[in-house]
Every structure is written in structure tokens, then in C-alpha cells.
């Protein structure tokens, strides 16, 4: 297996661990701060402000995952509707992303279905365009199971990500065509069995570009979430010569991660929009962004050395 995809898989299930856990849960929070707008509403709301100002949209998302009780997941549905009225005010371009594990899928589809819809419906009154993120590969099935129920249910304002890591995704894509969906392409985050999955950067890439050039290509609108200066570099050049209008597409980036390609592309006259995370529950999404690089992994290790 390719290095960086076998490093990733150890990070995660180190991480999994509860000793470790425990340890980061303590001691990383100022380190994920990094990553993480804060733990409060307040806190995203000003770092969007902020990305206003320099050009950069923001996504908001509420952290939380793999909920595994009613009540925490109607919280977390509780406080999602929060998040809309709040952006309802804002003078930016009112966008969030949500998980559906956060909202209980693991309980019940059904139970996820009617929160996930109850928030849908709230952010279509409020003009908020919502993302469903995709998690890991055996939540891909009633992600997009979902998905296509809230289209048939006439909410055209939500979208669906697919991640080029996964062979099916390109499968996947063709079935979802006919909707003309919104797709934000990543190349995905989680731990992932081989056999499944690419087995080397180089597939990933490629079909990232593939991915993303198909959905463009079919005339639908792309989320193009990457920070591969490569993928940009090419993904410019592509839409340019394929006269491809600006408006159908966006680049989409993580809070704290190349901010200086944010504003770079904002000054290029692109939409550009970064994935503002808040929360108490940060840690899977602090423990995903260190096993993406090994030099974050040392920022944590020399950042617990100094605690
Ligand atoms: C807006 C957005 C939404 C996303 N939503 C999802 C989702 O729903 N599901 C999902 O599975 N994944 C999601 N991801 C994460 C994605 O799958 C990748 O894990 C992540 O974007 C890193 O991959 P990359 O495309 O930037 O390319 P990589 O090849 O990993 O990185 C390219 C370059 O980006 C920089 N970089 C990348 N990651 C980091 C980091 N952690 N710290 C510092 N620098 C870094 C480095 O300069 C690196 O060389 C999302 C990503 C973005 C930007």
C-alpha cells in the first residue's frame, strides 16, 4: 500500500484508542485550534466573518459524530437549527455541512431522515444551502440513500460528496446524474479497507480529476475541495479551455489549511469557500486532519511535550 494511505490508517486507529484519546481530548485542545473555529456558535460566526472580509466563504459545520443515542442526536439537531437562524442574519452566502451520524443515522435511518429533513427545511426558509459529508465507506449507502430522498422530496438545495479514494465513487456518480447533483469531490478522509479502495496517491489523484471533470462536464455545479495545488492548477486550466463558466464551480478548502491559497484564489476572481468547524466534539475531526500529514503529527507531539 501506498505510504501516505498506510500512515493515515495507523494515525486513525491510534487514535481510535481510548487511552489516546483520552490523553488528546485533555491536552490537544488548544492544539486543534489549528483546525477548529472554537467550541462555540460565537466562535465560528466570527471566524466567517472574518474569511468574509479577506473574500473567503464559509461553510459552517457543527462538529459531531457517530452519535449513538436519541438524545444527544436531537441536541446536536437542536443546535443545527440554531446554526441556521444564526447564518439566516449574516451578510455572506449562508452554507453548512452536515454528518448524519451526528444526527443518529446509526440509530435509525428513519430517525435521521425526519432530523436531517427538519433542518433541510428550516435552511431552505432561511436561503442556506446544505452539504451532507460523506463519512466513512460503510456510511456511503444511506448517505446517498438520503440524499436522493431529499431531492425527491424536492429540497434542491442540498448536496453530496464523493470521495475519489473509493473505486465506487465513479459508479456512484453515474447513478446520481440523472439528479444533476451538487458534488463537492474530496479525496476522502477515513480509514478505508483496501479492498475498496485505491491503492496508491497516483488512482486517487487521477480519479479525483475524473470525478471532477465528469460532473462538470455533465453541466452540473462542482465543489472542487482540495488543497492540491496540482488538482487546482489543472482543474483551472481544464474549465478555462472547456469555457466553462466561473459560476459553475468553486474551489473549497479547510479552515487553517492554506489559508494563502484561500485568498489567492479570491483574489483570482474565484469563489472560494473554506469548512469552518466548531464544537465540543472535535477530536475525529482534529485526529483526520493529523493523519493526513506526518508533520502534523509532529505539531501535536511537540505541541503535548510543551503542555
Ligand atoms: C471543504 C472540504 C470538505 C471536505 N469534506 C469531506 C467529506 O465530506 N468526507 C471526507 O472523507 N473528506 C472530506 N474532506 C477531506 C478530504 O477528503 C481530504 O482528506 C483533505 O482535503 C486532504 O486532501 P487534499 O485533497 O487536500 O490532498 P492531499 O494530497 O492530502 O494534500 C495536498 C496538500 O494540501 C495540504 N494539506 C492537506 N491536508 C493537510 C493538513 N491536514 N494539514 C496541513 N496541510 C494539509 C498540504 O500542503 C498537501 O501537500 C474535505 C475537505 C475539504 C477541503
Known sequence: MDPTMAYRGLVLR????????RALTVNGRRLALRFVAGETLDDALQVADRLHQEGILAILNLLG???TAEDP?????????????????????????VKLTELGVDLSEEFAFNQLAEIVDRARKAGCFVRIDMEDSGHVDVTLRLYRRLRAAGFNHVGIVLQAYLRRSERDLENLLPLR???????????????????SKRQVNENYLALARRNLGAGNYTAIATHDQRIIHYLKGWTRQTGLDRDRFEFQMLYGIRPDLQRALSREGYTIRAYVPYGQD???????????????LLFVLRGLLRV
Open 282 to 296: 472535535w477530536y475525529g475531526y482534529f485526529a483526520r486532519r493529523v493523519a493526513e500529514r506526518p508533520e502534523n
Open 14 to 21: 491510534l487514535a481510535a484508542n481510548p487511552v489516546v484519546r
Open 65 to 67: 459524530e457517530m452519535v
Open 181 to 199: 447533483p451538487n458534488v463537492r469531490v474530496v479525496k476522502g478522509a477515513y480509514s478505508v479497507p483496501p479492498e475498496i479502495a485505491f491503492p
Open 73 to 97: 442526536a436531537r441536541k446536536f439537531k437542536e443546535q443545527l437549527l440554531r446554526l441556521v437562524d444564526a447564518v439566516a442574519d449574516r451578510p455572506w452566502a449562508r452554507y453548512i455541512s
